[in-house]
């Protein structure tokens, strides 16, 4: 059928060249005219074949069954013949038994041809195909055997020229592989061939040599040394001559066999893998020896001296060294250690001895760039001298060993030199001797004055180390005192006259009529200074009471120091509010009170408004600031109906009292309930005041109480309710010291000690923010520093056993601590802490009343209108624009607003109060908002 469509396919095509006149070639038509009666007779022989295909099929198919009849007795035949006895039998004589089966082999093969003739002709004929399993039993047979006798034959042959290679030439993988297919050939036979005497000696020379193989590979390993030779002629009992140039046989594999090696494979076996991990524990040696060989110490110049030496970065080094020390403890674990012990021991002594001597030597370092300063400036040579030659001694032979070590930087050699860790750990003994003289030599220093313990030892020292130099204090004297940012000593820098001091903002007071000499050691005379302080504000305090009443108030305010018309100001207050109360007519009276109090304030709003420089604006600024709070307290008595001086209403406020039977000139009492405290005296300078609120007036009373009952204070809130901000207020309207210690997780019980002792010895305050980050650990110990601190407040003592210390103690010592709750990191106070300080929640300020006050105290006359919509826009701007980061609508940004809206005023004064505020709001507003928070804003 196929043929039939080729063809019809090609009469179409030449029809269809013929009906488009295409040419075609005569040679080609002529095929064409051929093909026809060709193809035709094709179809004609195709038909009879077809007709006579099963007679013939019948025909072969008789002609094949009696082929393979006779061919199994060909197969039978076959059988017998590899049957023969002598193919199993022992002999020396391998070639005629190697013929014979090679025969066999050439018999079973033609057999194997016959029979796959036989199965073509079964498939072609669709006969059922034939099997054979005798012959494949019998071609399998004769293959074993002969394989046998041909394993035998090589075996011997190659085997022989095994026995007389050099060791050197041998090749074990190939040899092995060879003893393996003997080995195999052998066991195969020996369990199909029974009764068979051939495949036991097979097996046996196989044995022999597959035991004899791996000692071959085991003595040509590289690895092996002379100890591990000797080893081995010690197990096989005999010397084995290696050296072609002194043995008087070659060291062949049949010295081995005469020596009986495979006896001993085990042994030899574990002789050389014990050299191969000596090998590799020794490469593992060697890549540290080599890395230390290149290591060096990268010293730098000491502050630009160009002859003394420090090492500066050893990070590398560190690295190095820990990394070798692991690698040193692996090869030392190592069960194979012991042919390299005492190379690995010796290399582990160095790094060991490296590893004490850099540690000393960086401990050297460290206090020697620490004390090098110190030691190196005249006066402490001077006070110290006993330290300053012990410190001079070590100075000298350490600046020798650097500058060697620059010369040859290898830290390896560096570090290991004979005698040098020994130097090192006595120069660190001494050093921290000297370090401890020295803080002994700070803590009488500290004691001698007790504001040093605010300082660092390197602030300290700094004043120390110049103490010729009295201008040496100048740039600490802001940690000292509460507002002295410096000292007069007049026109000559070489003065030693003090005769004032200056504020932060440029306030300057006198320390009284006769100058205070800075002569002598510089803790005494900054004692003097601090008595001078006090002395002078009493007086000048005595001075502006005196004086109030002789002057117009507004002319009184610019003629005396911040702090002390904010005191005078407060105690003729009090006095009006007392002539006032416990009267018939209290009521009048009172309101008689409120107008006074009202006129004077508004005095003051005009001079704000006034051409005045920046110091009488802050004086200002902040005496109104507490004017405004003493109108809104006449104002609540009234409401209150508060007219005796027993009303709570009257007591619960702070209250100055000057009493001229205190003391040689009279002094300052401020009460509330009932908490009395003198006026401390501490310089404020012209400092803000806080605008006190209701919250603020609670806080108040809370934490004078505590102070009442020697206790201490706990203002906790969220962050921006004013807990720290209310702490320093009441300082300064109590005239005290406070110092404001930020605490953190780093915090130790001796540096908390330290502090302690400076501020009973002084009589300041602290107030510790975020007091409960400190370790709880820490938390106890401090607890009980306070506690040692309260119970020598309660007894009254004027000194007092502290840390085994007896130090003085000042009465108005003060401890406050402010924490916000529920924050991360934070840890909650022990029980015996909590016990020691009154607690008090301090919430949300009212920003109107806050903004309202400093408003006012700008020179805003709407203030009370402006403050409610300043603090409603900030409300809504809060709420409804987009959340950022950087938008901050608290206090902070409220008081920063006003102070710009009050510079704004005072640039313009014609121009609207609400849009001088606007204008403010905007400035400070618009630069950080978004584009889309803009629109909504303006």
Known sequence: DELQEMFDEVERHYA???????????????????????FSQLKNNVDVAQSLRDENVQQWNGQLDAQIASFGDRIDELKVLAQDQTILEETEFYGPVIDLCRDLREKAQELQDTAKEYERNQKVFGAQVVRYPELDEAVSDISLKLGMWESLQELQTVTSSWTETLMDDLDPPAMEAQVQRWFKTAMRADRELPNNKVAPRLKNEAVKFKDLVPICADLRNESLQERHWEKIEETLGQKLERDPDTWTEPFTLGVLLRMNAFEHQERIQQISTEATQEAALQQMLDKVRSAWVSAEFALQNFKEQKEVFILGGIDEIQQLLDDSMVTMGTITASRFVSGIRSEVEKMEQSLNLFSETLDEWLGVQRNWMYLEPIFSAPDIQRQLPTEAKQFLDIDKNWKVIMKRSNENPNALKCGTQPGLLNSFQQWNETLDRIQKSLEDYLETKRMAFPRFYFLSNDELLEILAQTRNVQAVQPHMSKCFDAIKSLDFGKDPKSVDIYGMFSPEGEEVSLGKKPTKARGNVENWLS???????????????????????????????EHAAQIIIMGSQIYWCKA???SLDK???????????DLTVNNLNDLCKL??????SLQRAKLVALITIDVHNRDIIEIMLDEKVFSEHDFGWQMRLRYYWDDNIGEMGDCEISQVQAKSLYAYEYLGASMRLVITPLTDRCYMTLTGALHLKLGGAPAGPAGTGKTESTKDLAKALGTQCVVFNCGDNLDYKFMGKFFKGLAQCGAWACFDEFNRINIEVLS??????????????????????????????????????????????????DNLKALF??????IPDYALVAEVMLFSEGFESAKILSRKMVKLYKLSSEQLSQQDHYDFGMRAVKSVLVMAGSLKRANPDLSEDIVLIRAMRDSNIPKFLSDD???FN
């Open 608 to 613: 704000v408004r006034g051409e005045l420089t």
């Open 577 to 579: 509010g007392t002539e």
């Open 934 to 936: 803009v629109i909504l």
């Open 838 to 843: 009154r607690p008090m929640a301090m919430m």
């Open 16 to 38: 269809l060249m013929k009906d488009h006149s295409v040419p075609v070639p005569e040679l080609d038509k002529a095929g064409l005219a051929m093909l026809v009666p060709e």
């Open 781 to 830: 110990v401090i607890a009980q520093q306070i506690i040692t601190i309260q119970i020598a407040l309660r007894a009254n003592m004027a000194r007092f056993m502290f840390e085994g210390v007896e130090i003085r103690l000042i009465q108005t010592f003060g401890v406050f601590i402010t924490m916000n709750p529920g924050y991360a990191g934070r840890t909650e106070l022990p």
């Open 528 to 558: 003097e200074v601090e008595k001078s302080m006090v002395r002078s504000l009493r007086s000048l305090a005595k001075a502006a009471v005196v004086d109030y009443v002789q002057r117009p108030r507004t002319e009184w305010v610019m």
């Open 584 to 594: 018939e007519n209290s009521e009048e009276l009172v309101n008689g009170w409120l």
